[in-house]
């Protein structure tokens, strides 16, 4: 921008699908960046406390001094930010808004339930792994019809629901339980191949037995919560 050198940096943590998403758009806009990794767990650096005073997790997006956070903000910013390259917000009003609620959707009865479901046990567990299975059942009409949530490409919703795509199968087998039917679901079924098979995300994917192992971590920690 304007000829100079940009700095954008991304605070993560390798397996935080929140931070994938922000790299997934900065990849899909072509911006290269360099990648902080935090420990979030043995000790947060001074960068992310001072970066995200307030809740000093990740994802943070540094760009020229400037500090974003939470990561479907940080994918508006992207996409306004740099607007030459591609759109990853539809452009229509509406398609806007309706991106936008399907992805809080996604956050709120997706992916905190379904995580919830794996770190719970008995009924809990069940009635978990249920209400997520309900809300799949939502976005599968969405979808109907198309390759991705952004049509012809990937974009602000596909980033939102991609953990689902490599990350659930995780969890279900960490938590052992089962939510995701490609026969009651098709088109999700054919969207998460297609997502994970799409040249700019799979090289970006963490080690699947990497993630088994850390969840297993945090399930054992985390499940007297839940319980």
Same mark, same amino acid.
């Given at each position: 921008?304007?000829?100079?050198?940009?700095?954008?940096?991304?605070?993560?943590?390798?397996?935080?699908?929140?931070?994938?998403?922000?790299?997934?758009?900065?990849?899909?806009?072509?911006?290269? +960046?360099?990648?902080?990794?935090?420990?979030?767990?043995?000790?947060?650096?001074?960068?992310? &406390?001072?970066?995200?005073?307030?809740?000093?997790?990740?994802?943070?997006?540094?760009?020229?001094?400037?500090?974003?956070?939470?990561?479907?903000?940080?994918?508006?910013?992207?996409?306004?930010?740099?607007?030459?390259?591609?759109?990853?917000?539809?452009?229509?009003?509406?398609?806007?808004?309706?991106?936008?609620?399907?992805?809080?959707?996604?956050?709120? @009865?997706?992916?905190?339930?379904?995580?919830?479901?794996?770190? &719970? &046990?008995?009924?809990?567990?069940?009635?978990?792994?249920?209400?997520?299975?309900? &809300?799949?059942?939502?976005?599968?009409?969405?979808? @109907?019809?198309?390759?991705?949530?952004?049509?012809?490409?990937?974009?602000?919703?596909?980033?939102?629901?991609?953990?689902?795509? +490599?990350?659930?199968?995780?969890?279900?087998?960490?938590?052992?339980?089962?939510?995701?039917?490609?026969?009651?679901?098709?088109?999700?079924?054919?969207?998460?191949?297609?997502?994970?098979?799409?040249?700019?995300?799979?090289?970006?994917?963490?080690?699947?037995?990497?993630?088994?192992?850390?969840?297993?971590?945090?399930? @054992?920690?985390?499940?007297?919560?839940?319980?």
């Amino acid at each position: 921008m304007g000829g100079r050198e940009e700095e954008v940096k991304i605070l993560g943590f390798w397996a935080s699908p929140f931070v994938h998403r922000v790299q997934w758009a900065l990849n899909l806009k072509g911006t290269h +960046y360099e990648y902080a990794e935090e420990d979030l767990w043995g000790g947060k650096s001074a960068l992310l &406390s001072s970066s995200n005073p307030v809740h000093k997790q990740v994802p943070v997006l540094i760009h020229n001094a400037k500090l974003v956070v939470d990561s479907l903000l940080i994918l508006e910013y992207i996409d306004q930010t740099w607007v030459h390259r591609d759109q990853i917000l539809p452009t229509d009003p509406y398609e806007r808004a309706m991106a936008r609620f399907w992805a809080k959707f996604v956050d709120e @009865k997706l992916m905190g339930p379904a995580f919830r479901a794996m770190c &719970s &046990s008995g009924e809990k567990k069940v009635m978990g792994a249920n209400s997520v299975t309900e &809300s799949l059942d939502f976005l599968e009409g969405v979808l @109907k019809g198309k390759k991705f949530f952004g049509v012809e490409n990937v974009g602000y919703l596909d980033f939102a629901l991609g953990w689902l795509a +490599y990350m659930l199968e995780v969890w279900e087998e960490v938590g052992s339980m089962k939510i995701m039917d490609a026969n009651k679901f098709p088109c999700l079924a054919n969207w998460m191949k297609s997502f994970v098979d799409h040249p700019m995300i799979k090289d970006s994917l963490p080690p699947r037995d990497k993630m088994v192992v850390y969840f297993e971590e945090r399930r @054992k920690i985390l499940a007297s919560l839940f319980n």
